[in-house]
């Protein structure tokens, strides 16, 4: 006795195998090759016989409605089924929606975090071009028009698509333990400094999903990164500066001094153990990439100080925003050359002229 099967025309009383999974789209679409993928991988309880069922694409020599009428046939992407997201002009919702996410709400797969990530591109892949010369949406329409058979782009699909899913697993397990936070208001935002003492590389990615302004990472090599979050658009020269003139004075004192110069990119001679990467907007001090950099002598302590003095918006004393440092009467805070003193300072000597 075969089990009842829900299918785009009668859900409730098909009760044939399916035989063949057919979808629009000749070379075949991402999102319809991940939807078959799901639905044979996890559908077998709802589709009986789906998990061996061929799939291709629609021919000319098909007729759409009479394939409509099959119980033994499964559409994707066609056919004004529950995986159709086409010819939606009066259901709103669905038209957001692509066959593979219709697909993975269908059988409870968007409740699963570890292919939320996978959700998100097919999705967005789907209702806009894609950009990535390398991306699977294009990648995978090329190796059709190139000859690749049907059965080879979707084993390239599966493998980059499990991929995906363990990397997201992974990703979802990062575990916690070793990680604290600290309030910091950032641009008027309530926001945190995350500290960890790990070497997992998700840890990053973990906390800036939670909203981290900033995030550092002690390795038990010792050394220790200051990872920003994009999100925040945050001006990182003040923390580079602070970092590398403290770190001279755990080295016999400073030999650089000039403000321009503590805020370059890359790494500076007296100060190589503070690399800074103006692209990602970090500053690293060695790591998994550059473990010959030697171990920053500064503590995780003195380290969050520095995020805390230059990303706040208090001023060093009494100064309140009118500085009247002068070269030989310093307050505590002129050599770190914040930029809030600096204009401080301008607009001081602004009034006097």
């Given at each position: 006795m075969t089990k009842e099967v829900v299918t785009h025309e009668n859900p409730q009383h098909a009760k044939e195998m399916i035989k063949e999974v057919i979808s629009h789209g000749n070379p075949q679409h991402a999102d319809e090759l991940i939807a078959y993928l799901w639905l044979k991988r996890y559908g077998e309880d709802k589709f009986p016989g789906i998990s061996k069922a061929p799939f291709r694409p629609i021919t000319e020599k098909d007729n759409v409605s009479e394939l409509k009428k099959r119980n033994d046939v499964l559409l994707l992407g066609l056919g004004g089924g529950p995986f159709d997201e086409h010819g939606t002009a009066g259901d709103k919702e669905k038209a957001k929606e692509c066959c593979a996410t219709?697909?993975?709400?269908?059988?409870?797969?968007d409740q699963d975090f570890a292919w939320g990530k996978t959700l998100k591109y097919v999705l967005h892949t789907d209702k806009n071009p894609p950009n990535l010369t390398l991306d699977l949406a294009p990648t995978v329409m090329r190796l059709q028009e190139q000859g690749f058979g049907l059965n080879a782009v979707l084993t390239y699909t599966e493998i980059?698509?499990?991929?995906?899913?363990e990397d997201q697993k992974k990703f979802s397990q990062t575990p916690l333990v070793n990680v604290e936070e600290e309030k910091i208001t950032v641009n008027g935002q309530e926001s945190f400094i995350a500290i960890a003492k790990t070497d997992d590389k998700n840890i990053t990615r973990y906390m800036r999903l939670f909203g981290a302004a900033i995030i550092v990472v002690k390795n038990s090599s010792g050394h220790i990164q200051v990872i920003t979050n994009n999100e925040y658009h945050l001006d990182v020269r003040d923390i580079l500066r602070i970092l590398r003139i403290w770190e001279q004075k755990k080295n016999d004192g400073a030999k650089v001094v000039d403000w321009n110069l503590l805020e370059t990119e890359d790494v500076i001679p007296a100060v190589p153990q503070w690399y800074y990467h103006k692209d990602s907007n970090n500053i690293l001090n060695g790591g998994t990439a550059r473990p010959?950099?030697?171990?920053?002598?500064?503590?995780?302590?003195?380290?969050?100080?520095?995020?805390r003095i230059s990303l706040g918006n208090s001023f060093n004393g009494h100064c309140h925003?009118?500085?009247?440092?002068?070269?030989?009467?310093?307050?505590g805070w002129y050599e770190l050359g914040l930029m809030r003193c600096r204009r401080a300072r301008y607009a001081t000597e602004s009034t006097k002229k």
């Open positions: 219709l697909v993975a709400k269908y059988l409870g797969l980059t698509m499990n991929a995906s899913y010959d950099t030697p171990v920053t002598k500064l503590s995780v302590t003195e380290i969050v100080s520095a995020v925003g009118h500085c009247n440092s002068t070269p030989k009467l310093k307050c």
